[in-house]
């Protein structure tokens, strides 16, 4: 039975979708202005962990997950750039596809733009300024009443009096209380604009959501996700903003995963403390990324570290050792491994604990390999069938394990040093076979030997 941690009631809540198995989820996605860090890639990967348990435990999941293309940051990036907005948000998303790609997630069901969807903004701005939860002060912008949503701060549990403390309106705006956000801006000289019942103009950000989500899933739907840091003010918004335009509950559950921090700090553009997560990929192999990201709890915030991804590299390394030599046939056997896996996913998606499960599988497949390669043979497909549920342990073992040895070392070469170190050590020329051993390592190769046969892979 499914747990999932509800930020909206603070509490584990046994998931029940509703629409019987159906299940509908909105996750919030990337402002495509530059390239994606680590900590987008957090969130992708939480989420795709997620879609994937959803799926392998039966559910008939969508998943969307929008992307914004129009936004301030844009706006500013391509003007620095002397560019349109819509080509740098172009190369933009085209990069974070690749980024996906590498780290193994999977594509959303729908993948909303925000520009796509203008005219059902429009229609939902519309709907809340007639039922007196909007207003249009007459210089082009659209504002949300806060203080008439009676349910405001019960996501993030902030109180409007302690909210309006230190509050004020800028210069510029015409709003009626300090809290009230932008659901339509006004258009700026030299900013991109559409036309509007209110002049021409741009959307506020909280409004994209709103409008994406319900008309891709409806007005109620099973799951809204994202990182943590939306929860106050841009998740609380769209809670505000839908559930007064639909008069119904937004999202059923709220999902809220745990941040990347440097030195203690949020991973941040605004703070200049990001790696891109191409540049995180030029060091350390995709598997090795993912698996950082997956083994800690979605919840949870990773501290981010050259020991911490050493850590990681050097679990995937134990389990494909585990997996060298051994055919790839059906899982088989291992039954209570995947009862354990099973009750850990099963408690809001709890990796840390599928994890240490990988762990044991290991130990006992490495126990049979001697004594029942056929049964070790079997629980290596069982790893496999668990660690893709975790993205991972996909590959052939040799390709993982060598991974980067091309342009540092002759494949080839290897090989031949290999085969003539096997034939020194069946002429019983110990002292040669040492020789060549002692060359390969020079050359920064590890040799593994076992019943026979000889594997390698590089230093570390």
Known sequence: MLTIYNTLSKTKEVFKPLDGNKVRMYVCGMTVYDYCHLGHGRSMVAFDLVTRWLRKSGYELTYVRNITDIEDKIINRAKENGEPFDALTARMIDAMHEDERRLSILKPDLEPRATDHIPGMHAMIQTLI????????GNGDVYYRVGKFVGYGKLSRKKIEDL???????VDEAKQDPLDFVLWKGVKPGEPYWDSPWGPGRPGWHIECSVMSTRCLGESFDIHGGGS??????????IAQSEAATGKPYANAWMHCGMIRINGEKMSKSLNNFFTIRDVLEKYHPEVVRYLLVASHYRSAINYSE?????AKGALERF??????????????????VERFTVAMN??????????????????????RDSDPEAAAGLAGRLRELGDVLGVLQLEADDFLRA?????????????????????RSDKNWAESDRIRDQLAAMGVVLEDSKGTTTWRLAD
């Open 307 to 311: 020991d911490s991804l050493r850590d």
């Open 229 to 238: 840091d939306l929860e106050f003010p841009h998740h609380e918004n769209e």
């Open 130 to 137: 007639d039922k007196g939860y909007a207003y249009a002060p």
């Open 320 to 337: 494909y050792h585990a997996l060298r030599g051994l055919p790839r046939v059906a899982a088989q056997g291992g039954e209570a491994f």
């Open 164 to 170: 309006r403390i230190g509050a004020r309106i800028e």
């Open 347 to 368: 408690d809001d998606f709890g990796t840390p604990e599928a994890c240490a499960v990988l762990f044991d599988l290991v130990r006992e497949i490495n126990r049979l």
């Open 404 to 424: 980067g040895a091309e342009g540092k070392v002759d494949a080839a070469e290897v090989e031949a040093l290999i085969q003539a170190r096997l034939q020194a």
